[in-house]
């Protein structure tokens, strides 16, 4: 079955410091994998995507890994903020022979203090 | 200069009531989606479609009708609404299908049914 797990489910950390989200996934075939952020009550922006032949990908102070033959990829948030406060979104899109379809994970809930 | 729109932010209705919900994006893309995002923040795809038409439609209930009527357009229509669509509704758009194009959502609506 295609799915999508995250972990930790919630996260606290002081400002400053960094983390690492993991996204486990049992999708295959996957054409690309996403990292979404998404404040309490706004929509997901896009963090990075990337292919499965991508290892890294940085955007800021993220970086996302991807090891494909493992199925894992992780979110690293260098020197957080109070604004990195969010839900991050796992996303794996898996083709299909007429679209694509969009798996998500269930979310890592971020929440920096001072 | 809002990318990707939507109305109502809020709507508070009635069980069996029929409401509608307006997506908008002003940025010359091809795709536009509908997704739902349940109480414990499961974000999960409704529809997708790509220059007006479907090209997604995962296992929704006849109740929902999605309507194009341009490509920069995607309206949703609810009929007989239950309590159980009761939560967020995002709108989102890329420039074609979904691999390697990243998606712009929209604020969200918070559909409650009462």
């Known amino acids: 079955k295609n799915q999508v797990e995250q972990s930790p489910q919630s996260l606290i950390i002081l400002e400053g410091k960094n983390c690492t989200l993991q996204?486990?996934?049992?999708?295959?075939?996957?054409?690309?994998l996403r990292w979404y952020k998404q404040d309490t009550g706004r929509g997901p922006v896009s963090l990075t995507i990337m292919t499965f032949s991508e290892n890294t990908k940085s955007n800021g102070r993220y970086t996302a890994t991807l090891d494909a033959d493992t199925k894992q990829s992780s979110l690293h948030i260098t020197a957080s903020q109070l604004s990195d406060s969010a839900s991050y979104i796992c996303v794996v899109i898996h083709p299909k022979t007429s679209y694509d379809k969009v798996i998500f994970g269930p979310g890592t809930s971020l929440s920096v203090i001072p | 200069d809002t990318a990707v729109s939507q109305t109502p932010k809020y709507l508070v209705t009635q069980m069996g009531n029929d409401k509608s919900i307006k997506c908008e994006q002003n940025l010359g893309h091809d795709t536009m989606y509908w997704y739902k995002q349940d109480s414990k923040k499961f974000l999960k795809i409704m529809f997708s479609y790509n220059n007006k038409e479907l090209i997604i439609n995962e296992t929704v209930p006849n109740r929902f009708s999605p309507k194009s009527p341009d490509k920069a357009h995607l309206n949703l229509h609810i009929n007989s609404l239950e309590l159980g669509d009761s939560a967020v509704y995002f709108c989102?758009?890329?420039?074609?299908?979904?691999?390697?194009?990243?998606?712009?959502f929209g604020p969200g609506t918070r559909l409650t049914v009462t």
């Open positions: 996204c486990n996934y049992t999708v295959s075939p996957f054409s690309n």
């Open positions: 989102a758009s890329s420039p074609s299908g979904l691999a390697g194009y990243e998606q712009y």
